[in-house]
């Protein structure tokens, strides 16, 4: 795995000014949640470039397809998952990581936002995964010149945890929805300008 990651860190550093800020905000210990804005199917590599922790990810399972691909994605924390339904395995896994206390990077809008300056839609696994496994949330924002030799920026914001459900007045798919919501609001509110400052 750290070959791969070795790959991917050397082809930023040659071909990608990727500027990191509050990197020392980053979950210390446990497992946990990084949530952000979707951009482009390298975001994952951003965020992870110069984590000091390894970092999973849920990727659509299309990115799989091409096998040399799939093994730097593979190698760098991704597993597949199914956007068309509900994917069983994929939420296992992400679950038992989190139990395992292990971080979990997700898109909350499931797809790419190439506008990348609100939000768009949002899914609800994200605060679903994060109140079952009793995990905090940690937003991120990514944004910049997506291109040869361009700048890019990543901002780590808080760690938080959500409310606790109550067996007895369970939270219902819009509750799920309303704190996912509030989650990728705090990741667009992270982005600054072309310098990278809010």
């Known amino acids: 795995m750290e070959f791969y990651r070795v790959i991917v860190r050397t082809f930023f550093a040659l071909f990608m000014h990727v ?11 446990g497992g946990g949640l990084i949530a952000a804005n979707h951009k482009s199917m390298l975001d994952m590599f951003m965020i ?14 299309e990115l799989f397809k ?3 691909f799939a093994k730097i994605i593979t190698g760098c924390g991704a597993f597949p998952v199914d956007r068309g339904g509900t994917d069983v395995g994929a939420a296992k896994t992400t679950l ?7 971080l979990v990077g997700i898109f909350p809008e499931g797809t790419r936002n190439k506008k990348a300056t609100s939000p768009t839609k949002v899914h609800s696994g994200v605060a679903r995964f994060a109140i079952e496994a009793n995990v905090p949330v940690q937003p991120v924002a990514v944004w910049g010149k997506y291109r040869i030799f361009g700048k890019v920026y990543v901002r780590f914001g ?3 945890y959500l409310p606790e459900n109550d067996p007895e007045h369970p939270f219902t798919k819009a509750d799920y929805l309303k704190f996912a919501g509030e989650i990728l609001e705090k990741c667009y509110a992270l982005m600054g300008d072309k310098d990278g400052n809010n």
């Open 19 to 29: 500027k990191v800020y509050d990197i020392d905000k980053l979950i210390k210990e």
């Open 48 to 61: 992870g470039v110069k984590s000091p922790r390894y970092l999973h990810w849920m990727a659509k399972k």
């Open 66 to 68: 091409n096998k040399i």
């Open 96 to 102: 038992s990581l989190l139990n395992q206390g292990e």
């Open 158 to 160: 808080d760690p938080y």
